[in-house]
C-alpha cells in the first residue's frame, strides 16, 4: 500500500508541470528569446546563454538539486529497505520532475550542429539519461532484481550529479 501512495505522490508531482500548461499556455511565449538567440548567432561565432529568469527556469534548478540530494539519501540508505524504497519512488519522481520542467523552459537549447558536448547539449544529455537510469533502477528494484539495479542507481545519481556540475562551471 505504501507503494501506491508514494507512486500517485510521484505522479502529482510530474503531472503538476502539466497541469499548468493547460492552465495558461501563454507562460510559455518565448519569441522574444529566439529572437535573441538569432541575433546572437549572427553577431558571434561562439554560442552565448540567454538569461532565463523564468518560474520553469527556477523550478528546474531546484527540482534538480532536489534530485541530486534525494539520490544520495537513496544511495546511503540501503541498510533500511523501507527508507531506501521511499527515497527511490521520491527520486524517481524527482528526476523525471525535473526533466519536465527542463523541457518546459530550456527545450530551444538542445543544438545537435553544436556537436555533443557543447554546454548545453552535455548538460541535457547527461541529465536525461542520468533520469532514465534512475527510473530504470526503480523499475528493476520493483521487478525483484535487487542486485541487478544499484549499478544503475548509481550510475544515474552520478550523471544527473555531473549535470549540475556541468550547468555550473
Not at 11 to 28: G, N, S
Not at 148 to 163: P, R, Y
Request: proline share 1%; glycine share 8%.
Amino acid at each position: 500500500m505504501k507503494k501506491v501512495y508514494i507512486t500517485c505522490f510521484g505522479l502529482l508531482i510530474f503531472l503538476l508541470p502539466v497541469q499548468v500548461i493547460a492552465a495558461d499556455y501563454t507562460l510559455f511565449d518565448q519569441t522574444h528569446l529566439y529572437a535573441q538567440l538569432e541575433k546572437q548567432a549572427h553577431d558571434s561565432v561562439q554560442y552565448k546563454k540567454v538569461p532565463h529568469a523564468s518560474t520553469w527556469g527556477q523550478f528546474h534548478k531546484y527540482a534538480g538539486y532536489t534530485t541530486a540530494v534525494l539520490a544520495g539519501a537513496t544511495a546511503i540508505s540501503s541498510s533500511n529497505e523501507d527508507f531506501h524504497e521511499a527515497v527511490a519512488y521520491a527520486t524517481a519522481a524527482a528526476a523525471l520532475t525535473t526533466i519536465t520542467s527542463g523541457i518546459m523552459e530550456y527545450r530551444d537549447r538542445l543544438d545537435l550542429s553544436a556537436g555533443l558536448f557543447a554546454e548545453d547539449n552535455r548538460h541535457i544529455l547527461t541529465g536525461a539519461l542520468g533520469a532514465l537510469l534512475l527510473v530504470t533502477a526503480v523499475v528493476i528494484a520493483d521487478d525483484g532484481e535487487e542486485g541487478s539495479h544499484s549499478t544503475l542507481g548509481i550510475a544515474g545519481g552520478a550523471l544527473m550529479g555531473v549535470a549540475l556540475i556541468d550547468i555550473k562551471w
